[in-house]
């Protein structure tokens, strides 16, 4: 072949404009787009042997082999696939998007297959353009009688191609970093990107450093192979013991036989598994091999609670495995990973349009081969299709959940605290996932008894009906749960930020039903029986005194008398009112404060069948009277909501004085 300069020639229709800087949006993607040209020419050439098309040599091992040369700043890409002729090149390198493998495709698509070949648009090859002040190409075409090709091209839009020297059929492409990326030659820096885009590549990867050092190892002579190569044999001593025999005499006895050992050159280990667990059936898995696969993805050492097994061929190809993780966190700052690939290449992490918005918490891999990507593979192009796999993924995970409610109940309500979130925010952002799911959201209740909302409602019809009462605070809200318990009445516990808009998403969707925590109100259980005009005039009195004790005209005040005499304070507030408040702050909005008394919807209510409420009401006059109106008032809102500081100080100095009283 004569010596040949040329200018590449651009085809616009597949890519424009193309700008080689700016064709990806992570200029460490060239590995990934270089090794996955190495993988397609590999699996075209196994391919062309299954058809009888090619013989290879019985020693042939296909593999990629990536060498580093730290001190020349270059990065070497080589792989035994199916190589290139000089009009090949012409081909597929001098004009700029024509895709090698569409050619390939089209040649063959009577006799095979795409389902392994990665390539779409022909422009990875060009992604070392990014990183590099010049490229050059050596590569040989396994067909009989080929010649090696030498190109070579600064990254302009002229190239120089020649003989070449190669002997053995396959592609070399050496990369000469520019200065900006003199990074990609360190070992390190190398090993955590490949491992970073092509972990699971359907072909062994191996990373060496040009002109290192020999690394060694050292084996039982009895496991060397041919391959392996010999530096020196190792006797390793045996190992003796000195023992006291039955007649005082001692003797040595060996315990650990004399072994042969060998000094090889170390074997070099892929960096990649080309056989990933998720293209595996599910039944060929072990539980061990998920959390292993889990520990080795996800880098998280705490167990995941179960997972999904993805194995789909029709309509379309998907395979995968999300994990349910054991979470620390609320809902709203939990973050997960969902890596997506495509024929075993990496595409990117938790992309919105293939996974449902709400199975983002969740941990997991997908491979869709027949996913639309675009140009760069890093985004997707948005169409019914892709739709489509999101909706097999939501029904996946649902008929899982569902599964577990009716088959491994136990396990369904352990898992209940750690699985709720993912389940609520779908519920909330997914109507099909919702209406799979709403007869099998579950609630514990005061006895740590999981209940569904039905279950809840026939609890409690005989004391209230059509209301499910809410604790958020176990603590805070003692007061209230004892009032409960006395008197029967279940509730249910519901301490997470998602649950507010949860129970009001229910709501919607249930005319009948309500929510209201345990201090919205008081039911007439907790009350004795009494006339409106025997509660009036107590009502009047004590609101007069208590709104000039605490100096506060806006005090709502209402007088009940409960069952329970031991009860003298508490404070309510309407659900209705509680839920805009916290919508409020949720926004950042500025308005009402729930701490404090006398919002919007708060009532102090006093129990007229306590002992202090009746001194207050028999000494309106006495010096203590004051005093005693600001401790209800503030033992009212302890059992309500925390207190402010100030108002903590306050409360401690006068517990202190009424404690002085009481001792003189």
Not at 47 to 55: A, H, R, V
Not at 125 to 142: G, H, P
Not at 350 to 379: T, Y
Not at 613 to 638: G, P, R, W
Request: charged share 30%; proline share 3%; hydrophobic share 35%.
């Amino acid at each position: 072949m004569k010596n040949e300069h040329g200018s590449l020639s651009i085809n616009s229709e597949n890519i424009f404009p193309v700008i080689k800087k700016w064709l990806y949006s992570d200029h460490d993607i060239f590995f990934r787009e270089l090794i996955s040209n190495g993988c397609d020419a590999i699996t075209k050439l196994k391919k062309l042997e299954i058809m009888g098309e090619y013989n290879a040599p019985e020693d042939q091992e296909f593999k990629i082999l990536i060498k580093l040369n730290a001190e020349d700043k270059t990065i070497k890409f080589i792989d035994n696939g199916i190589g290139m002729t000089s009009d090949e090149v012409n081909e597929y390198i001098n004009q700029i998007a024509f895709s090698g493998a569409e050619a390939f495709l089209e040649k063959y698509k009577d006799k095979t297959n795409e389902d392994q070949i990665i390539g779409h648009f022909g422009l990875g090859f060009y992604s070392a353009f990014m990183v590099s002040a010049r490229v050059a190409i050596d590569t040989l075409s396994f067909t009989e009688g080929a010649k090696a090709v030498h190109w070579e091209c600064d990254g302009g839009t002229e190239y120089d191609m020649e003989d070449g020297t190669k002997e053995t059929p396959g592609t070399e492409i050496t990369l000469y970093l520019n200065e900006d990326s003199y990074e990609f030659s360190n070992e390190f820096r190398a090993r955590e990107v490949i491992e970073k885009y092509c972990a699971f590549m359907p072909v062994p990867i191996f990373l060496e450093k040009e002109n290192g050092e020999p690394e060694y190892e050292t084996i039982d002579e009895a496991d060397v192979t041919e391959k392996d190569t010999v530096i020196e044999t190792i006797i390793e001593e045996a190992k003796t013991e000195e023992i006291e025999n039955e007649d005082g005499t001692k003797e040595t006895k060996e315990t650990v036989p004399a072994k042969k050992k060998a000094k090889i050159l170390k074997r070099p280990v892929p960096l990649n598994e080309i056989h990933p667990l998720w293209a595996k059936h599910p039944n060929e898995c072990t539980d061990e091999e998920y959390k292993e696969f889990y520990r080795s993805v996800f880098k998280d050492y705490k167990e995941p609670l179960f997972w999904i097994h993805l194995n789909m061929d029709y309509p379309f190809n998907l395979k995968g495995i999300l994990y349910f993780p054991k979470l620390n966190t609320q809902y709203d700052t939990m973050e997960g990973t969902i890596k997506l690939y495509n024929n075993q290449v990496f595409i990117a992490d938790n992309i919105k349009e293939v996974i449902p918005e709400f199975l983002l918490l969740l941990k997991g891999v997908i491979d869709c081969p027949d996913l639309p990507l675009n140009v760069s593979r890093s985004a997707l192009q948005n169409d019914g299709f892709v739709k489509k796999i999101s909706d097999y993924i939501t029904k996946k995970v649902g008929d899982k959940l569902s599964g577990m409610y009716k088959t491994e109940k136990e396990s369904y309500e352990k898992y209940w605290e750690d699985i709720n979130p993912f389940i609520k925010y779908g519920c909330l952002k997914d109507e099909k996932f919702y209406e799979k799911m709403k007869d099998y959201i579950i609630f514990k209740n005061l006895d740590g008894k999981y209940l569904t909302a039905a279950q809840c409602l026939e609890e409690n019809k005989e004391k209230h009906e059509n209301t499910i009462f809410y604790v958020t605070n176990e603590t805070e809200q003692s007061q209230y749960i004892n009032m409960f318990k006395e008197e029967g009445i279940d509730a249910v516990i519901l301490t997470q930020n998602i649950d507010q808009p949860f129970v009001t998403h229910i709501e919607s969707k249930n005319e009948k039903m309500k929510f209201a925590r345990i201090d919205a109100d008081l039911s007439d259980v907790f009350k004795e029986q009494t006339t409106e005009d025997e509660l009036k005039g107590l009502t009047e009195s004590l609101s007069e005194i208590f709104k000039k004790a605490l100096n506060n005209d806006k005090l709502e005040i209402k007088v009940e008398k409960l069952k329970n005499a031991n009860i003298s304070s508490m404070i309510t507030l309407s659900e209705e009112n509680r839920r805009m408040q916290e919508m409020m702050k949720m926004y950042n909005m500025s308005g009402m404060d729930p701490s404090m008394f006398g919002g919007m919807g708060q009532t102090l209510v006093l129990n007229a069948s306590n002992r202090l409420v009746q001194y207050i009401m028999n000494n309106k006059e006495s010096e203590n009277t004051n005093m005693i109106c600001e401790q209800l008032y503030d033992l009212a809102l302890l059992s309500h909501a925390p207190l402010t500081p100030d108002q903590m100080t306050r409360f401690i100095v006068r517990s202190n004085d009424i404690m002085i009283l009481l001792a003189k």
